[in-house]
Nanobody, 114 residues
Framework: VQLQASGGGLVQAGESLKLSCVPSESIFSFYTMGWYRQAPGKQREMVATIRTGGITDYDDSVKGRFTISREYGKNTLHLQMNSLKPEDTALYYC?????????WGTGTQVTVSS
């Protein structure tokens, strides 16, 4: 399974970005999909996940600002990021899980200037 992430960029604090992830298989086949991020010198951390039934989970630091969603018609996972902060700066990775197997996509860089 391949996951292609895109949508990162350089923005100022308070602005928005929308990340997209397109898997090589139907998003219906995954039990869980999500976004993780890794800042320089820090461990990779969960940002948001969505699983069967549309159940979502967010890290406390992004609740109320980020929204994860699946666009079935385009077979795409999205992460809408609003009110971005400098501490959101990181390499963002798409993640999926099915049948006990885990998959990671390419990262997309998000940089937020103050």
């Amino acid at each position: 399974v391949q996951l292609q992430a895109s949508g990162g960029g350089l923005v100022q604090a308070g602005e928005s970005l929308k990340l997209s992830c397109v898997p090589s298989e139907s998003i219906f086949s995954f039990y869980t999909m999500g976004w993780y991020r890794q800042a320089p010198g820090k461990q990779r951390e969960m940002v948001a996940t969505i699983r069967t039934g549309g159940i979502t989970d967010y890290d406390d630091s992004v609740k109320g600002r980020f929204t994860i969603s699946r666009e079935y018609g385009k077979n795409t996972l999205h992460l809408q990021m609003n009110s971005l902060k400098p501490e959101d700066t990181a390499l963002y990775y798409c993640h999926s899980r099915k049948s006990g197997a885990y998959f990671w996509g390419t990262g997309t860089q998000v940089t937020v200037s103050s």
